[in-house]
């Protein structure tokens, strides 16, 4: 039974998915490298809470006990030996999460899954940075992962079926949808909406529609929540330049980025994390 969650950082994805476990009764611990990041992730799942409360979707005691199912670490060492379950959430950068992996693996006691959310890297890649290859899973969270269903489950080469079972489980448990897929860069998910979000891009690029008229075209005309140039921000356009070069390497020119997604992220606007990106945000 997974009862205790260590979350590897307290960014944007990792606040999200210690709120997502805590809500569901789950014991988190939330670890980052400075207390100003811990601070600002604690402020946003307050927030975050608060919005839901107001809205209805949950009570004042839910709200607190939430918040007291969620402590906070500087220490990576602590976050692991106090954890069933291992979810690492930092950048999408194969090198960093490989020596994370490094450090979750000697720090973790032994049979502890190790779980990335990432949403293109290769999970073999980071397994193989580890002892434990068979017990390394993808875990691709969705924004924002309290209201999100999804969790796409990536097997590695190794990844053993009993840690593929333990996630779905765990997923179950805590009231999300999974798809398990195959270790290809982009997996199912990631490989779509990249391939829609740049021509969207291309589109609003080449003037032929604003960049309201282009996310309300596909917002009403193809019935999406949201238009395409506002989940780019709210999904982090350095993250989506990040996939869209990886991409290229592994299936060609369809997937290479707009020079609008290059320059907004050499200006450093990545979108609602900054408070720039297409959109401006307070």
């Given at each position: ?54 809205a ?23 976050a692991?030996?106090e ?7 930092v ?32 999970v073999?890649?980071?397994?193989a ?46 009231g ?46 193809l ?52 408070g720039k ?6």
């Open positions: 039974m997974i009862k205790r969650i260590g979350v590897i950082g307290a960014g944007l994805m990792g606040n999200g998915i210690a709120q997502a476990m805590a809500m569901k009764g789950k014991q988190v611990i939330l670890q980052d490298i400075t207390d100003e990041a811990l601070s600002k992730a604690r402020q946003k799942i307050e927030k975050s809470l608060g919005r839901l409360e107001k209805g979707h949950i009570t004042n005691d839910a709200v607190q006990e939430t918040l007291n199912n969620i402590t906070t670490t500087l220490s990576l060492e602590g692991c030996q954890s069933d379950l291992i979810i690492e959430a950048p999408e950068n194969l090198q960093l999460k490989k020596t994370i992996f490094e450090q979750l693996d000697q720090y973790a006691p032994e049979g502890v899954i190790l779980a990335t959310n990432t949403s293109e890297l290769s073999t890649s980071i397994a940075a580890t002892k434990r290859p068979d017990k390394v899973i993808g875990m691709h969270w969705f924004n924002p992962a309290p209201i999100m269903k999804l969790i796409e489950i990536v097997k590695g080469i190794d990844t053993s079926d009993e840690t593929v079972k333990a996630i779905e489980h765990v997923s179950e448990e805590i999300k949808e999974t798809v398990l897929v195959k270790d290809t860069q982009g997996f199912v998910t990631t490989r779509a909406l990249s391939a829609h979000m740049i021509e969207c891009m291309r589109i609003y690029e080449e003037g032929v529609a604003s960049l309201e008229d282009v996310d309300k075209a596909i917002r009403l005309g019935n999406y929540p949201m238009g395409p140039l506002q989940l780019a921000d709210y999904v982090g356009l350095d993250t989506m330049l990040f996939a869209s070069e990886g991409l290229v390497e592994a299936y060609g020119d369809r997937f290479r980025p707009p020079q609008i997604l290059r320059k907004l992220v050499e200006a450093g606007h990545f979108g609602v994390k900054t990106g297409f959109y401006t945000y307070e």
